[in-house]
């Protein structure tokens, strides 16, 4: 009896702690394996601290320019993303600066070739007379009319290198005012209309609709299809007219100068917008040609926020222009 009244209290008394005491155990063992679990986490995260530090250092050690290639845990990720955006802005603007210096050395080189070349007849002309190396009045004359000549293709470069200056400018403004793009297209024919004729040419403008109202700087604009309808009267070899046209749309207005003469060649038509390129050198030099009159349409187009482009093909070359209505 009495080993039966043991096992009966000892039985009352696990069933008392059971009910009374294991709530605690149970709450001091989550407590114990969420410490651990802490624990491990920090361990871990701090591997992966230290595994970037390396990786970094390492990468600002030997180079600056490489990406880095490291997957962690969420939060560190934002670090080595930030790293990695921190680097291509870098390897942009290190680009950016190259190809700048690279412009600046070549616009250097194409202005230095553009004057020496005229400079050279003005000083031999001028150097002839200097000398008295002629033999009548005559003779003077037409030395000096080549030296004179000369002398306005390189005010003619000049003028046109200030302008593209002044357009590339990050500083350059438009006077904005609202106007209607058909009635400058008509004052432009007008404008080139005798031009034109002594060349055999027919200059028809188009407009849809008659009446196209925008924003946008007036005189900058009319110096872009100036040089575009210029380039089209002279490099357009054996054409017979030139279209003016411009078609309103929803959000823009595009406007096309367009003739029928010789095509460009496909070679070309990436490079026409280059500054100092000519599609035939020659041929532009003894027109007059800067290699600009494209590159300040261009920048005056992008100014208004604008795009131009150019096709040419056996039937028409169209330099075609989209503006912003406003």
Do not use: C
């Amino acid at each position: 009896m009495g080993k039966a009244k043991f096992l009966t209290n000892l039985q009352n008394n696990w069933q008392s702690l059971s009910s009374e005491k294991l709530w605690v155990i149970v709450v001091v063992l989550v407590l114990e394996l969420f410490l651990t679990y802490l624990i491990v986490l920090s361990t871990y995260h701090n591997l992966e601290l230290n595994q970037i530090k390396q990786v970094l250092q390492k990468t600002a050690d030997d180079n600056l320019t490489k990406e880095v290639d490291i997957k962690v845990n969420h939060n560190l990720q934002s670090i080595v993303d930030s790293f990695n955006l921190l680097i291509s802005n870098m390897n942009r603007r290190a680009e950016e600066q190259r190809q700048s210096e690279e412009s600046k050395d070549e616009l250097i080189s194409n202005v230095s070739h553009d004057i020496r070349t005229p400079l050279t007849s003005v000083i031999g002309y001028l150097g002839l007379i200097e000398s008295k190396n002629y033999s009548d009045l005559g003779q003077i004359l037409k030395y000096t009319h080549i030296a004179y000549k000369k002398s306005q293709e390189m005010q003619n470069l000049v003028n046109s290198l200030f302008e593209y200056a002044n357009v590339q400018h990050a500083t350059s403004r438009l006077n904005m005012t609202k106007f209607d793009m058909a009635q400058m297209l008509d004052q432009l024919s007008a404008d080139f209309e005798l031009e034109a004729n002594k060349r055999g040419m027919e200059i028809i403008v188009n407009s849809v609709p008659d009446k196209i109202l925008m924003k946008g700087d007036t005189e900058k604009l009319g110096r872009v299809f100036n040089n575009l309808i210029m380039n089209a009267l002279k490099y357009g070899k054996g054409a017979t007219h030139i279209w003016l046209t411009a078609e309103q749309k929803e959000k823009e207005v595009v406007v096309t100068v367009a003739n029928n003469g010789k095509p460009i060649p496909e070679d070309s038509l990436k490079h026409v917008f280059d500054r100092f390129y000519r599609v035939e050198d020659s041929r532009s030099k003894k027109t007059g040609g800067t290699g600009l009159g494209l590159a300040i349409a261009q920048s005056m187009v992008q100014l208004h926020g604008g795009t131009i482009a150019v096709t040419s093909n056996d039937e028409r070359t169209s330099f075609i222009s989209h503006f912003p209505i406003s």
